[in-house]
């Protein structure tokens, strides 16, 4: 009789025991990804949402196929006219790719990132001098006001996310198309105070300086000039161009003499495209922001060059005609 | 002989007596005796004499649905007073045998042999008398009689077993035990086989040689006695079950050349859909009664031996698996709550049997071919319809390219489906060694299989092992283990048949050194289908080890046990690529490549407690309880480079490549369960079980991990009540029911969380790429439970000796908390939400019937139907409203199509004032809201791709040592957009189309439209996916005993064997049963047709 208490309680003592892990066994830790709790905790954290920044920035570009902005307009047209390639603008509707692609890139990608580290930004436990706050905030903000700017350009007044969402919301309305330019204004005028002067250097190519800032905001200046017939809204845009041009917001300059590969045929201004001489580093000054291309390198972006795809016969096949390149 | 496993007691009995000596009878029951005319006379008689003693004990039988075993000599002539009512079976033989100097023995539950008592038994002469024959056949050749052997037979306690029948292998030379087991034959001097069998026991062989005294241990056939199925921590006998249960009988399909698990299961059972992609190796889809599930899993959960499995069924030998049991409904289900609503398929493997240890060998060799491939255009249809689609866009006929001219000019053309052939041989070698000892039972196998599929490059090959051991090491504990391993190989690269159906006909897909061309056709459109299979490098290994260990304690209380079972699984993959450089055709890329490695580890650790009770005579209840952890661990990670300058190395040279990145991934994810189980059973007409199970799951979001799942079951056997039981040709009916919750756990780890991926960019010309973080999903911190809530209405039937048997089952099935990915404004910064959200229901009916068509003369024709019929609706989605671009509909099925309706193709001279864009040849639609114009407003939900009923009819001829079998199964109903019928709104002016007729001016069909058509509204073109298909085909012929017991084995079976042999249908893409319509990187294709020629040994 003893034996079978000994026995009956070992098993159930087993049984027992394992009841006691319970919620804290079913705790989840992600093990191989970062979440925003955990990575953005410190500058290099909110860098890297910065980096990400860049690169949808870039996809603006690919968003879809490349004849959203062009193909039917005077810029370009299709030779293929069947129905195959979007070029009738009459026909634009909600469900046009190109509508969904731009909304998607603006909403999606880079106002999801932007919102993400400006409202993050908040968080005081965040390991940061006020001047690093302070930069990252300024840049999360240009590419704030950049797609909005975009967004109030392709489809008037569009609404307005100024947070980072915790819970789905499916109310949204549409402001004006006077209170998104504010919204992108305010953005911008805080980003020119932060954002650095421009430097050379190999990190700094492609990067986001104070004249990118005041370029933008002297664009929606005037577009708020329009909005309001409020001239001095123009007044503000003449200074802050004028900034650009005075040099006070680093050594810009229109380029008059030929710079890069001199033997190449051509002028001073096809110096300004050539792959490797767009960048400051190059000799550049002209150039105030721009989208990095690195052929053969992980985020270089090759496949979203479309200009380079399509159009450079530099990577072409030699003798190929044009409708044997792969296409997307 | 064949002892035949059937649905009900009586039955199996009946056909087990077959197998004993003439001489014996037993009281059968009333059922029985009145079959034939000579019984029901005799039955009379007794009746007009008064209670004999066998009358007697068939109303026993009767009354307490037992089976009593009883030599005719023993009960001649005597008699028994009433049978009244009594506590219990015993009671009631010892009052029926008094003093009839009879006793009886139990078997096991349910069966009792009556025999003498003991002191008066005339052992001696009832064995000599039972020999008898074999004195009197050998008389006549006396001179051949050689030797005599003797022995004894006993059981399991060393009793002797009397009445055991001894047979010479393949002669009529024979003899019994007498009261103490002993026996004695005489044999010719040639060696042969003596076969021991006794009702209740499992038979034995025992080769002779030089032996002259055979002592033999029979041990008790438990579960030949009646079905047994897997229920999920446990069995139960098929009378027993109170929900839906399918079961695959692994003999019938074991000649069939499955090369994965699935494919035994696809067509033969009611509500199991299985969808085979035609690839070599794969693992194919299983669906239960339709999905349950929009953006969760709709897998059903796999039991391998008791352990839920996660590695592929193409890991595992089918020649180790003993059976195959499906739980269909929420409540069989239910056991396994937290996974269990898309039902769950239970994989039993095979232990060892018999004392002698058995060796068998099973291989097959054949070969495949493509069942069917898509017809192109051959070259003059390509040509006339370039010219034809010139004619028709009004723009300059599309020139061919300068390789296509060149092909032309020399007249060189190619059928590239020809082209993307191999040779396709199949072989399978399988070797296993199994047996049982007083305390341990084996089965130790190891296994090969070879697969070449028609596909260029596709190619499997599969070395698995695996022991089952069981130790009995005291009275009251047995530890044991079910261990598998396998590797299996799918290197190599198969043709991208995707391709195959844009190449022209004028393509050259190699240069003349031999070497694969990349672009075939100058076109970037149309790559070379062999290119990556002959350029590249490719591994892909996959191990698989899957072990089990369990102690069962038989607790010092009657009926009370535990069981302690640790599964772990271990699955590892190697994948590693390389694209060595290439230069030509004006590409000039260096060499690329990647090494990933992946090892997931599986832990599980399960305590369950059963208490078996019988209280009170005829009632019995038992009780399970459960406790367990699982937890489940992926680690991975993945180097690669590109920028190779040299491809010696291949994949292991990734070293001096540029570009080197490393991927790294590990998720874990953690469950615990507790479950309670009460049955309840009264003598075989009532039953009632209860389950209810709970479960945690870390990938849920805080507060929602934990889910409660009950339900219940009953099942009621008509045909043992008293009213039907007369009912002479009623064998069975019973009605099931059952009422269960199942939870879907089907979400990754980490679903519920924010999960955030890399992404990369350079600043600066030549820099390095810098590392940006991207989110990529919404946290849902209220993820939870998908929830399915099951109803099963089921009748089993059985008439005429089970010549008419089988099952109805009714259900329904309604999912709520939907797990789906929830489109929502994007503006949110995200495009989906993953959330519980909306309703779905599945309803259905199941039909089984197997029939004995045939049984004359050694001569059997059985078939078996199945009809599965499910309607699955969406009741609810986020709000009312239907979400047209998910093509998601209130009231309709999931995979509607929502399109415009077709109404023929536009001719000349017709209105086209509703539709001012088309011509001639173009699509017409109807306007169905009348307001003159074609419009969005126009569509509707035109169909689905969910068919409206499936069936299968499988076959059994046997004839003498023939056995042919065939299965046809089909589907009808359901439509799927196949765009590749479209005669070319995907570059017709570029690629190849299919050969299908095409509207003309000058032949103007009012079917199809014209070449070019562009097909402005983007119309889905849709084909039914009926069908009619033999699937399977299997001739078999056992060789005769004597004539392989001269060789010295123990059987040998061979046969012929085809599968996907022919298709009957008008879907024109590659098979109407996967549907595949993709045309760039389809993955599902044409399926494999192969006929393989096949042998089982066993020794």
């Given at each position: 009789m003893k034996n079978i208490r000994t026995y009956i309680s070992l098993c159930l003592g087993m049984m027992l025991l394992c009841v006691a892990c319970g919620e804290d066994y079913l705790k989840e830790q992600t093990l191989d990804r970062f979440s925003p709790e955990n990575s953005l905790v410190n500058k290099s954290g909110f860098d890297a949402y910065l980096v990400t920044l860049h690169r949808f920035a870039r996809e603006e570009n690919f968003e879809d196929r490349p004849d959203p902005m062009g193909n039917g307009t005077d810029v370009a047209t299709s030779g293929v006219a069947d129905g195959r390639f979007f070029t009738d603008y009459t026909q634009l509707n909600s469900q046009t790719d190109v509508v969904v692609s731009y909304w998607n890139w603006a909403y999606a990608k880079m106002l999801k990132v932007a919102n993400l580290v400006i409202t993050r930004a908040e968080n005081p436990n965040v390991n940061w001098t006020e001047e690093e706050k302070n930069a990252v905030l300024a840049e999360a903000k240009f590419f704030r006001a950049y797609t909005y700017n975009t967004l109030v350009n392709l489809y008037g007044g569009v609404p307005i996310i100024d947070r980072e969402q915790s819970v789905p919301r499916f109310d949204f309305q549409r402001a004006t198309r006077q209170e998104v330019l504010e919204f992108a204004m305010q953005d911008l005028e805080f980003a020119v105070q932060h954002l650095p002067v421009v430097r050379s250097g190999l990190t700094s190519d492609g990067r986001i300086f104070k004249a990118a800032g005041l370029h933008l905001l002297t664009e929606v200046y005037i577009s708020m000039g329009r909005v309001t017939n409020d001239a001095s809204y123009y007044d503000k845009a003449i200074e802050a161009a004028t900034k650009v041009i005075d040099k006070s917001a680093g050594d810009y300059q229109l380029m008059t003499q030929r710079f890069g590969d001199l033997q190449r045929p051509g002028d001073v201004f096809s110096d300004l495209f050539w792959t490797g001489q767009q960048n400051r580093s190059s000799g550049n000054l002209e150039s105030i922001w721009v989208c990095q291309y690195e052929f053969g390198t992980l985020g270089g972006g090759e496949q979203e060059n479309v200009t380079v795809r399509w159009w450079d016969l530099s990577l072409k096949m030699p003798g190929v005609p044009i409708t044997a390149m792969p296409c997307w | 002989m064949k002892k035949h496993i059937t649905y009900f007691l009586a039955q199996s009995i009946g056909m087990l007596l077959l197998g004993l000596p003439p001489g014996y009878a037993f009281a059968q029951s009333q059922s029985m005796a009145l079959n034939t005319p000579e019984a029901a006379a005799h039955l009379h008689n007794l009746q007009q004499a008064g209670q004999s003693l066998k009358r007697a004990l068939s109303q026993l039988e009767q009354k307490y649905k037992i089976s009593i075993i009883a030599r005719d000599q023993l009960l001649h002539g005597k008699t028994a007073g009433p049978v009244s009512t009594y506590p219990s079976v015993e009671e009631a033989l010892t009052d029926v045998l008094k003093g009839s100097k009879l006793t009886f023995k139990k078997i096991k539950e349910g069966f009792y042999v009556v025999r003498p008592v003991e002191e008066n038994m005339p052992g001696r002469d009832k064995a000599d008398s039972l020999s008898s024959r074999n004195t009197a056949a050998p008389s006549l050749k006396a001179q051949r009689i050689a030797r005599t052997i003797t022995g004894k037979v006993i059981d399991e306690q060393k009793q002797g077993i009397p009445g055991v029948s001894i047979v010479l292998k393949g002669t009529t030379t024979g003899t019994a035990t007498d009261a103490e087991g002993n026996y004695s034959l005489n044999i010719p001097e040639e060696n042969g086989t003596l076969i021991f069998s006794y009702i209740g026991y499992l038979s034995q062989e025992v080769a002779i040689g030089n032996q002259n005294e055979i002592n033999i241990t029979l041990s008790p056939d438990i579960k030949s006695l009646e079905e047994v199925v897997v229920v999920g921590y446990g069995t139960s006998r098929k009378i027993d079950l109170t929900g839906s249960v399918a079961s695959v009988k692994m003999e019938n399909v074991a000649m069939q050349p499955n090369v994965n698990l699935v494919q035994s299961l696809r067509g033969s059972l009611a509500g199991v859909q299985v969808t085979d992609n035609g690839r070599a190796g794969a693992d194919g889809s299983i669906v239960i009664r339709g999905f349950s599930s929009i953006s969760g899993?709709?897998?059903?959960?796999?039991?391998?031996?008791?352990?839920?499995?996660?590695?592929?069924?193409?890991?595992?030998?089918?020649?180790?698996?003993?059976?195959?049991?499906?739980?269909?409904?929420?409540?069989?289900?239910?056991?396994?709550?937290?996974?269990?609503?898309?039902?769950?398929?239970?994989?039993?493997?095979?232990?060892?049997?018999?004392?002698?240890?058995?060796?068998?060998?099973?291989?097959?060799?054949?070969?495949?071919?493509?069942?069917?491939?898509?017809?192109?255009?051959?070259?003059?249809?390509?040509?006339?319809?370039?010219?034809?689609?010139?004619?028709?866009?009004?723009?300059?006929?599309?020139?061919?390219?300068?390789?296509?001219?060149?092909?032309?000019?020399?007249?060189?053309?190619?059928?590239?489906?020809?082209?993307?052939?191999?040779?396709?041989?199949?072989?399978?070698?399988?070797?296993?060694?199994?047996?049982?000892?007083?305390?341990?039972?084996?089965?130790?196998?190891?296994?090969?299989?070879?697969?070449?599929?028609?596909?260029?490059?596709?190619?499997?090959?599969?070395?698995?092992?695996?022991?089952?051991?069981?130790?009995?090491?005291?009275?009251?504990?047995?530890?044991?283990?079910?261990?598998?391993?396998?590797?299996?190989?799918?290197?190599?690269?198969?043709?991208?048949?995707?391709?195959?159906?844009?190449?022209?006909?004028?393509?050259?897909?190699?240069?003349?050194?031999?070497?694969?061309?990349?672009?075939?056709?100058?076109?970037?459109?149309?790559?070379?289908?062999?290119?990556?299979?002959?350029?590249?490098?490719?591994?892909?290994?996959?191990?698989?080890?899957?072990?089990?260990?369990?102690?069962?304690?038989?607790?010092?209380?009657?009926?009370?046990?535990?069981?302690?079972?640790?599964?772990?699984?271990?699955?590892?993959?190697?994948?590693?690529?390389?694209?060595?450089?290439?230069?030509?055709?004006?590409?000039?890329?260096?060499?690329?490549?990647?090494?990933?490695?992946?090892?997931?580890?599986?832990?599980?650790?399960?305590?369950?407690?059963?208490?078996?009770?019988?209280?009170?005579?005829?009632?019995?209840?038992?009780?399970?309880?459960?406790?367990?952890?699982?937890?489940?661990?992926?680690?991975?990670?993945?180097?690669?480079?590109?920028?190779?300058?040299?491809?010696?190395?291949?994949?292991?040279?990734?070293?001096?490549?540029?570009?080197?990145?490393?991927?790294?991934?590990?998720?874990?994810?953690?469950?615990?369960?507790?479950?309670?189980?009460?049955?309840?059973?009264?003598?075989?007409?009532?039953?009632?079980?209860?389950?209810?199970?709970?479960?945690?799951?870390?990938?849920?979001?805080?507060?929602?991990?934990?889910?409660?799942?009950?339900?219940?079951?009953?099942?009621?056997?008509?045909?043992?009540?008293?009213?039907?039981?007369?009912?002479?040709?009623?064998?069975?009916?019973?009605?099931?029911?059952?009422?269960?919750?199942?939870?879907?756990?089907?979400?990754?780890?980490?679903?519920?969380?924010?999960?955030?991926?890399?992404?990369?960019?350079?600043?600066?010309?030549?820099?390095?790429?810098?590392?940006?973080?991207?989110?990529?999903?919404?946290?849902?911190?209220?993820?939870?439970?998908?929830?399915?809530?099951?109803?099963?209405?089921?009748?089993?039937?059985?008439?005429?000796?089970?010549?008419?048997?089988?099952?109805?089952?009714?259900?329904?099935?309604?999912?709520?908390?939907?797990?789906?990915?929830?489109?929502?404004?994007?503006?949110?910064?995200?495009?989906?939400?993953?959330?519980?959200?909306?309703?779905?229901?599945?309803?259905?009916?199941?039909?089984?019937?197997?029939?004995?068509?045939?049984?004359?003369?050694?001569?059997?024709?059985?078939?078996?139907?199945?009809?599965?019929?499910?309607?699955?609706?969406?009741?609810?989605?986020?709000?009312?409203?239907?979400?047209?671009?998910?093509?998601?509909?209130?009231?309709?099925?999931?995979?509607?199509?929502?399109?415009?309706?077709?109404?023929?193709?536009?001719?000349?001279?017709?209105?086209?004032?509703?539709?001012?864009?088309?011509?001639?040849?173009?699509?017409?639609?109807?306007?169905?809201?009348?307001?003159?114009?074609?419009?969005?407003?126009?569509?509707?939900?035109?169909?689905?791709?969910?068919?409206?009923?499936?069936?299968?009819?499988?076959?059994?001829?046997?004839?003498?040592?023939?056995?042919?079998?065939?299965?046809?199964?089909?589907?009808?109903?359901?439509?799927?957009?196949?765009?590749?019928?479209?005669?070319?709104?995907?570059?017709?002016?570029?690629?190849?189309?299919?050969?299908?007729?095409?509207?003309?001016?000058?032949?103007?069909?009012?079917?199809?439209?014209?070449?070019?058509?562009?097909?402005?509204?983007?119309?889905?073109?849709?084909?039914?996916?009926?069908?009619?298909?033999?699937?399977?085909?299997?001739?078999?012929?056992?060789?005769?005993?004597?004539?392989?017991?001269?060789?010295?084995?123990?059987?040998?079976?061979?046969?012929?064997?085809?599968?996907?042999?022919?298709?009957?249908?008008?879907?024109n893409g590659y098979d109407p049963e996967n549907g595949e319509t993709t045309i760039y990187s389809p993955t599902s294709g044409p399926l494999i047709r192969s006929w393989v020629l096949g042998i089982n040994i066993g020794l």
């Amino acid at each position: 009789m003893k034996n079978i208490r000994t026995y009956i309680s070992l098993c159930l003592g087993m049984m027992l025991l394992c009841v006691a892990c319970g919620e804290d066994y079913l705790k989840e830790q992600t093990l191989d990804r970062f979440s925003p709790e955990n990575s953005l905790v410190n500058k290099s954290g909110f860098d890297a949402y910065l980096v990400t920044l860049h690169r949808f920035a870039r996809e603006e570009n690919f968003e879809d196929r490349p004849d959203p902005m062009g193909n039917g307009t005077d810029v370009a047209t299709s030779g293929v006219a069947d129905g195959r390639f979007f070029t009738d603008y009459t026909q634009l509707n909600s469900q046009t790719d190109v509508v969904v692609s731009y909304w998607n890139w603006a909403y999606a990608k880079m106002l999801k990132v932007a919102n993400l580290v400006i409202t993050r930004a908040e968080n005081p436990n965040v390991n940061w001098t006020e001047e690093e706050k302070n930069a990252v905030l300024a840049e999360a903000k240009f590419f704030r006001a950049y797609t909005y700017n975009t967004l109030v350009n392709l489809y008037g007044g569009v609404p307005i996310i100024d947070r980072e969402q915790s819970v789905p919301r499916f109310d949204f309305q549409r402001a004006t198309r006077q209170e998104v330019l504010e919204f992108a204004m305010q953005d911008l005028e805080f980003a020119v105070q932060h954002l650095p002067v421009v430097r050379s250097g190999l990190t700094s190519d492609g990067r986001i300086f104070k004249a990118a800032g005041l370029h933008l905001l002297t664009e929606v200046y005037i577009s708020m000039g329009r909005v309001t017939n409020d001239a001095s809204y123009y007044d503000k845009a003449i200074e802050a161009a004028t900034k650009v041009i005075d040099k006070s917001a680093g050594d810009y300059q229109l380029m008059t003499q030929r710079f890069g590969d001199l033997q190449r045929p051509g002028d001073v201004f096809s110096d300004l495209f050539w792959t490797g001489q767009q960048n400051r580093s190059s000799g550049n000054l002209e150039s105030i922001w721009v989208c990095q291309y690195e052929f053969g390198t992980l985020g270089g972006g090759e496949q979203e060059n479309v200009t380079v795809r399509w159009w450079d016969l530099s990577l072409k096949m030699p003798g190929v005609p044009i409708t044997a390149m792969p296409c997307w | 002989m064949k002892k035949h496993i059937t649905y009900f007691l009586a039955q199996s009995i009946g056909m087990l007596l077959l197998g004993l000596p003439p001489g014996y009878a037993f009281a059968q029951s009333q059922s029985m005796a009145l079959n034939t005319p000579e019984a029901a006379a005799h039955l009379h008689n007794l009746q007009q004499a008064g209670q004999s003693l066998k009358r007697a004990l068939s109303q026993l039988e009767q009354k307490y649905k037992i089976s009593i075993i009883a030599r005719d000599q023993l009960l001649h002539g005597k008699t028994a007073g009433p049978v009244s009512t009594y506590p219990s079976v015993e009671e009631a033989l010892t009052d029926v045998l008094k003093g009839s100097k009879l006793t009886f023995k139990k078997i096991k539950e349910g069966f009792y042999v009556v025999r003498p008592v003991e002191e008066n038994m005339p052992g001696r002469d009832k064995a000599d008398s039972l020999s008898s024959r074999n004195t009197a056949a050998p008389s006549l050749k006396a001179q051949r009689i050689a030797r005599t052997i003797t022995g004894k037979v006993i059981d399991e306690q060393k009793q002797g077993i009397p009445g055991v029948s001894i047979v010479l292998k393949g002669t009529t030379t024979g003899t019994a035990t007498d009261a103490e087991g002993n026996y004695s034959l005489n044999i010719p001097e040639e060696n042969g086989t003596l076969i021991f069998s006794y009702i209740g026991y499992l038979s034995q062989e025992v080769a002779i040689g030089n032996q002259n005294e055979i002592n033999i241990t029979l041990s008790p056939d438990i579960k030949s006695l009646e079905e047994v199925v897997v229920v999920g921590y446990g069995t139960s006998r098929k009378i027993d079950l109170t929900g839906s249960v399918a079961s695959v009988k692994m003999e019938n399909v074991a000649m069939q050349p499955n090369v994965n698990l699935v494919q035994s299961l696809r067509g033969s059972l009611a509500g199991v859909q299985v969808t085979d992609n035609g690839r070599a190796g794969a693992d194919g889809s299983i669906v239960i009664r339709g999905f349950s599930s929009i953006s969760g899993s709709n897998a059903p959960l796999i039991v391998l031996d008791g352990i839920p499995y996660y590695g592929g069924l193409s890991d595992i030998n089918s020649n180790d698996i003993e059976s195959i049991d499906i739980l269909k409904d929420g409540s069989s289900a239910a056991i396994y709550g937290s996974r269990a609503s898309n039902g769950v398929i239970m994989i039993t493997t095979k232990k060892g049997k018999g004392d002698r240890p058995k060796l068998t060998y099973s291989a097959y060799y054949g070969r495949s071919d493509f069942a069917s491939v898509p017809k192109m255009m051959g070259p003059e249809r390509y040509l006339q319809l370039k010219q034809d689609a010139s004619v028709f866009t009004g723009r300059d006929l599309t020139q061919l390219n300068p390789l296509e001219q060149a092909n032309f000019d020399a007249g060189r053309t190619i059928d590239v489906w020809d082209a993307i052939k191999q040779e396709a041989p199949v072989q399978s070698h399988e070797l296993s060694i199994s047996g049982k000892t007083n305390r341990i039972t084996y089965y130790l196998s190891g296994s090969y299989v070879d697969q070449k599929s028609p596909l260029y490059g596709d190619e499997f090959s599969r070395l698995s092992s695996r022991l089952n051991l069981d130790v009995n090491i005291t009275d009251w504990l047995t530890i044991g283990t079910n261990t598998g391993f396998s590797v299996k190989d799918y290197s190599g690269i198969a043709a991208e048949y995707g391709y195959a159906n844009l190449l022209s006909p004028y393509s050259e897909l190699y240069f003349e050194d031999g070497s694969p061309r990349r672009l075939p056709m100058n076109d970037g459109l149309g790559v070379n289908p062999l290119f990556n299979t002959l350029h590249n490098d490719n591994r892909d290994v996959r191990y698989n080890l899957f072990s089990n260990i369990y102690a069962d304690v038989k607790l010092p209380l009657k009926g009370l046990t535990y069981r302690i079972r640790n599964g772990n699984t271990l699955l590892q993959s190697e994948v590693f690529n390389y694209a060595p450089s290439y230069n030509k055709e004006g590409f000039n890329t260096l060499g690329s490549g990647s090494k990933s490695h992946s090892k997931t580890y599986n832990f599980l650790l399960e305590n369950i407690l059963r208490y078996d009770k019988e209280i009170g005579s005829g009632h019995n209840m038992d009780l399970t309880l459960l406790y367990g952890v699982e937890s489940s661990t992926v680690n991975g990670s993945s180097l690669s480079a590109n920028n190779i300058f040299n491809d010696a190395l291949s994949y292991n040279g990734l070293g001096i490549g540029e570009n080197q990145t490393i991927t790294t991934t590990a998720t874990e994810s953690k469950a615990v369960s507790s479950m309670a189980r009460l049955g309840y059973r009264y003598r075989e007409k009532y039953m009632l079980n209860f389950t209810v199970r709970r479960d945690g799951f870390s990938a849920f979001g805080d507060g929602k991990k934990f889910g409660v799942f009950p339900s219940m079951g009953a099942s009621w056997v008509l045909s043992n009540e008293n009213l039907l039981a007369p009912i002479t040709w009623l064998d069975l009916l019973k009605l099931r029911f059952s009422y269960g919750k199942n939870g879907n756990r089907g979400v990754d780890p980490y679903a519920s969380l924010s999960n955030v991926s890399p992404v990369y960019y350079v600043f600066g010309d030549g820099g390095v790429p810098a590392t940006g973080l991207n989110p990529t999903s919404f946290p849902n911190p209220l993820l939870g439970w998908e929830t399915t809530l099951s109803t099963n209405l089921g009748l089993d039937f059985g008439f005429f000796k089970s010549r008419i048997n089988g099952s109805v089952d009714f259900y329904t099935r309604n999912t709520s908390d939907l797990l789906l990915q929830l489109t929502i404004p994007n503006v949110n910064g995200y495009n989906q939400f993953f959330a519980n959200v909306g309703k779905m229901n599945n309803k259905g009916i199941e039909l089984t019937l197997n029939t004995i068509n045939l049984d004359t003369k050694g001569f059997q024709w059985a078939s078996s139907v199945v009809y599965t019929l499910n309607r699955n609706e969406i009741i609810e989605l986020n709000g009312k409203e239907d979400d047209i671009a998910s093509r998601r509909f209130i009231g309709e099925p999931l995979f509607s199509h929502y399109d415009y309706l077709y109404d023929g193709i536009w001719q000349k001279g017709e209105d086209f004032s509703i539709d001012p864009a088309a011509k001639p040849g173009y699509l017409k639609f109807k306007d169905l809201n009348g307001d003159g114009k074609i419009t969005p407003e126009d569509r509707q939900v035109v169909g689905t791709s969910q068919p409206d009923f499936t069936w299968g009819i499988t076959n059994n001829v046997t004839y003498k040592g023939f056995t042919l079998s065939f299965l046809f199964n089909g589907r009808v109903g359901g439509i799927t957009p196949n765009p590749v019928i479209n005669p070319g709104t995907n570059f017709y002016d570029r690629v190849n189309v299919l050969d299908l007729p095409y509207w003309t001016p000058e032949n103007p069909l009012t079917d199809r439209p014209s070449v070019g058509y562009p097909n402005p509204l983007g119309y889905g073109f849709y084909e039914k996916r009926d069908y009619v298909r033999l699937q399977d085909v299997t001739l078999a012929y056992s060789l005769p005993a004597n004539l392989i017991n001269k060789i010295r084995l123990d059987n040998v079976r061979v046969y012929v064997s085809g599968k996907n042999l022919k298709t009957w249908t008008d879907w024109n893409g590659y098979d109407p049963e996967n549907g595949e319509t993709t045309i760039y990187s389809p993955t599902s294709g044409p399926l494999i047709r192969s006929w393989v020629l096949g042998i089982n040994i066993g020794l």
